[in-house]
């Protein structure tokens, strides 16, 4: 298990049995940066739950490239 925290509100957590540190970094820094471009959206709520399918679907595409 990794965990990212981005702020107080906000953390990241990736359940693996990866011991590919650089692809979890890699991932974490991808991650956050689909984060900010939520964030970015003036529709969503910060601190809300995400439940962009678009997100989703990104986040596991690349869990599968890094991981």
Known sequence: MSLQVISVRTQFM????SRNDDGIKSFFQD??????KILLNSLYL???RITSSHFD???????????
């Open 14 to 17: 990736l359940l693996h049995d």
């Open 46 to 48: 910060p601190g809300s």
């Open 57 to 67: 679907a990104k986040v596991r595409a690349l869990a599968r490239k890094y991981l």
């Open 31 to 36: 991650v956050h940066e689909l984060y900010i």
